[in-house]
């Protein structure tokens, strides 16, 4: 039996991909490619903080002040955590102290320090999605922040960082095929920390903060053997501190999902797929059940139009109708997100 749905322009949130709502510290090396320590003890300490929070309890970030990999979002960084020298490790703000004798005991230290951090309330709850197209270098980030807090008792900030992994590149100690990882790239808001979200004394209400952005990885990254792999998007919420970014919650969305741009899409295991942009009518029959799935339009600067959900089950027809009439003229995608995987069709308006 066909279901159809007929759904008016609704501003609300999914629950996504990538969400998980906790306090997250953030681990960042402050490092350089020319730097010898950096590639030898820094480069131990930092396999391990990977190894270690590879389940997402912290995120671990290359931040490099100096050298090759250095980038004026990277230098930012680097600046605001006040770092002297090179390899420094901070857990947030906090500069750990490490150095080559006593970095496997600071190991054990920052354990500690971050499952005291997770069983923290979180001021902020950060969910990410985020995706890449296959026709163009560009990498598109949702973001949503639900307050835990109902008064702001600093200002605070929303930033996005486009972070690339396994980053084949010199590192001295560690030669010519050195693999990186975690490096960070780019900003995807225009001021590396972000925009004020709330002032500081102000009564921060309950609806969630929601913000789309984009970026060309080919111009924040000049390596185009890393556009459909390998890519993060890093979000952190900053407590702005007389004239320091203080991180209060930070959340990471690891290998953004490749989408494709085709004019017939095809989900895991052929389902049908037919869907009509000039009249906003998408008909849809998956092989597979994909459950409580999320569908949205997106405009060519990564802007969010709207977004709403809808079950799709198993070989069950389903007819959604959405407005597009409001829509400039011009090029949009349309997303859905379900089962972890998410899916893009180009449209013109």
Known sequence: MQKIIVLTLMFITAQL??????QRPVISKI????????????WNFMEALLEEFSDGRAVVLAVHHSGDL????SDALAKNFGNSYQPEFFVNNSNVNALSSTWPNKLEEIKSSVAEVNGEMAPFDIEINAFKETSQPVVHADVTVRPN??????DYYLAAYLVE????????SQGNDAVHHKVVRASMTSDVFGEMIFASGQSIPGNPVERSYSINSLDATGNDNHILQDLDVVVMVYQKVNDKYVIANAHIFEDAAVTT????????ES??????????????????????????VIDASGRLKFKNRVQ???????TIAFPVNHLPSGTYFLRITGDNKAYTHKFVR
């Open 17 to 22: 991909g990538a969400q998980q709502n906790m």
């Open 31 to 42: 490092t350089a490619t020319w730097c010898t320590n950096c590639g030898s003890w820094g």
């Open 70 to 73: 250095e980038n004026p979002t």
């Open 149 to 154: 807090i109902t008064m702001a008792d600093e």
């Open 165 to 172: 992994d396994n980053l084949v590149h010199f590192q001295a």
């Open 261 to 268: 741009s085709t004019e017939n899409i095809t989900f895991e």
């Open 271 to 296: 389902p049908k797929f037919v869907f009509n942009g000039q009249q906003g009518i998408l008909t849809i029959r998956p092989s597979t059940s994909i459950g409580n799935a999320t569908y949205e």
């Open 312 to 318: 799709l089950e198993k070989d069950q027809l389903t």
